[in-house]
């Protein structure tokens, strides 16, 4: 695959991570975050270690594996998965089309897991906002990552969405490299996992047959990602209730405390399941709408998978009745598990300035928890 056109969106090759990751090997940080991932080793032993890697399949399976691992170890009760074996059978690339909830996490869990398959690794789409500080896009674009333009004009955009949708629709087709890409840009900050109509036409634009085979083209397989305790959940609802009146501007070093959060924080249990691939029928259900119609449809298709594959934990069922004053899953937890959840709620709503409004705060808090169980409701109205 020649990526003379995809140079500056495409991962860095074996020999540009070489060099970047001689780069991050002497920056000061390298020695505190040795000391989280390596604790037995002398402090410098992950400058030196990378200064000796030169591959990108190196770097994931002896840093960023031990990394995320590391995090799993850490953060997690306990990490679940199911699905993988769809793609052990599958016999081409695919498009992993998953909700998005932690910057980091969501992607890198895929990764991993699909190590323990010893299935290939994909290509990550990411957003170019994560890029600000050198040494994240050094690391992150050796490792397999794609980078997404934001914050351009439109028609900037236009033309950046068709070098995307082009570079993707040829990693797939030409057998390189499967892809990740979250269903919507940013994280899902509501709790209300859906497919963003844009995502799916960028997609289509590169295709050059007709609209049935630039979907099947892409062998779009759903994934859904499910955390007992949100990351950055008090972040996510300080954001919606600043954005309820006036425009949210990010601070500079936002999103890398985001990740550092996202990290850090406690989350329970997770569970990462592999759903489906879109199916030729549902593809030539959609073809026979109208122009934005067929969109629409598949868009359906994408998020009825995510959803149904949802794992339901304590900590959404509380929050429902929280929120609607009742005991509708009450079977599903215990007067002690309530209190507990109580307890961290209000310890989450005092990380916030204090001039914030609390009660609102805590109902867009809830409702964050609370999203999961009522769209998982709907799906089963079927609506």
Same mark, same amino acid.
Request: net charge negative; proline share 3%; glycine share 6%.
């Given at each position: 695959?020649?990526?003379t056109?995809?140079?500056d969106?495409?991962? =860095?090759?074996?020999?540009?991570?070489?060099? @970047?990751?001689?780069r991050?090997? +002497?920056?000061?940080?390298?020695? %505190?975050?040795?000391?989280?991932? &390596?604790? *037995?080793?002398?402090?410098g &032993?992950?400058?030196?270690?990378?200064?000796?890697i030169?591959?990108?399949?190196?770097? #994931?399976?002896?840093?960023?594996n031990?990394?995320?691992?590391?995090?799993?170890?850490?953060?997690?009760?306990?990490y679940?998965?199911?699905?993988?074996d769809k793609? /052990?059978t599958?016999?081409?690339k695919?498009?992993a089309?998953s909700?998005?909830?932690?910057?980091?996490?969501d992607? @890198?869990?895929? #990764?991993?897991t699909?190590?323990?398959?010893?299935?290939?690794?994909t290509?990550?789409?990411?957003?170019?906002?994560?890029?600000?500080?050198?040494?994240?896009?050094?690391?992150?674009?050796?490792?397999?990552m794609?980078?997404?333009?934001?914050?351009?004009?439109?028609?900037?955009?236009?033309?950046?969405?068709?070098?995307?949708s082009? =570079?993707?629709?040829?990693?797939?087709?030409?057998?390189?490299?499967?892809? %990740?890409? @979250?269903?919507? #840009?940013?994280?899902? !900050?509501d709790?209300?996992?859906?497919?963003e109509?844009?995502? $799916?036409?960028?997609?289509?634009?590169?295709?050059?047959?007709?609209?049935?085979?630039?979907?099947?083209?892409?062998?779009?397989?759903?994934?859904?990602?499910?955390?007992e305790?949100?990351?950055?959940?008090?972040?996510?609802?300080?954001?919606?209730?600043?954005?309820?009146?006036?425009?949210?501007?990010?601070?500079?070093?936002?999103?890398?405390?985001?990740?550092?959060?996202?990290?850090?924080?406690?989350?329970?249990?997770v569970?990462? +399941?592999?759903?489906?691939?879109?199916?030729?029928?549902e593809? /030539?259900?959609?073809a026979?709408?109208?122009?934005?119609?067929? =969109?629409?449809?598949?868009?359906?298709?994408?998020d009825?998978?995510?959803?149904?594959?949802? /794992?339901? %934990?304590?900590?959404?069922?509380?929050?429902?009745d929280?929120?609607n004053?009742?005991? /509708?899953?009450? *079977?599903q937890?215990?007067?002690?598990d $309530?209190?507990?959840?109580?307890?961290?709620? @209000?310890?989450?709503?005092l990380?916030?300035?204090?001039?914030? +409004? !609390?009660?609102?705060? !805590? *109902?867009?808090f809830?409702?964050?928890y609370?999203?999961?169980?009522?769209s998982?409701?709907? $799906?089963?109205?079927?609506?």
């Amino acid at each position: 695959m020649d990526l003379t056109e995809f140079s500056d969106i495409a991962p =860095y090759t074996d020999e540009e991570a070489s060099a @970047a990751l001689t780069r991050v090997s +002497n920056h000061p940080n390298t020695k %505190w975050v040795s000391k989280f991932i &390596f604790p *037995d080793k002398p402090e410098g &032993f992950l400058g030196e270690l990378l200064r000796s890697i030169h591959t990108v399949d190196d770097f #994931q399976g002896i840093v960023m594996n031990k990394a995320i691992n590391w995090i799993v170890d850490t953060s997690m009760k306990e990490y679940t998965f199911e699905g993988f074996d769809k793609l /052990k059978t599958m016999d081409r690339k695919y498009l992993a089309m998953s909700n998005h909830r932690d910057i980091i996490l969501d992607p @890198a869990l895929t #990764q991993i897991t699909l190590q323990r398959f010893h299935l290939p690794e994909t290509q990550i789409c990411v957003g170019d906002n994560l890029l600000k500080v050198k040494s994240v896009e050094l690391l992150l674009r050796s490792n397999r990552m794609i980078k997404v333009i934001r914050g351009i004009s439109a028609r900037e955009l236009y033309l950046s969405s068709q070098l995307l949708s082009r =570079y993707i629709r040829e990693t797939i087709t030409s057998g390189t490299a499967s892809v %990740w890409i @979250a269903q919507r #840009q940013g994280r899902t !900050k509501d709790g209300l996992d859906t497919t963003e109509q844009g995502l $799916l036409k960028m997609l289509d634009m590169s295709g050059k047959g007709d609209f049935v085979q630039n979907f099947m083209d892409l062998n779009i397989i759903p994934m859904s990602i499910s955390y007992e305790y949100e990351p950055c959940d008090i972040m996510k609802a300080r954001e919606l209730l600043i954005s309820r009146t006036q425009k949210y501007v990010k601070g500079e070093t936002e999103d890398l405390e985001s990740i550092m959060m996202g990290i850090k924080q406690y989350k329970g249990r997770v569970h990462l +399941n592999v759903l489906d691939p879109l199916t030729e029928e549902e593809i /030539k259900e959609a073809a026979n709408c109208d122009k934005n119609d067929r =969109y629409q449809l598949i868009r359906h298709v994408v998020d009825r998978r995510i959803i149904g594959g949802y /794992k339901l %934990w304590k900590t959404n069922y509380m929050a429902y009745d929280l929120v609607n004053g009742g005991k /509708k899953y009450a *079977d599903q937890y215990t007067t002690e598990d $309530l209190e507990t959840f109580k307890s961290y709620i @209000a310890q989450r709503l005092l990380m916030v300035e204090p001039s914030l +409004n !609390k009660h609102e705060l !805590k *109902d867009i808090f809830l409702h964050i928890y609370s999203n999961p169980v009522l769209s998982k409701e709907q $799906l089963t109205d079927g609506q």
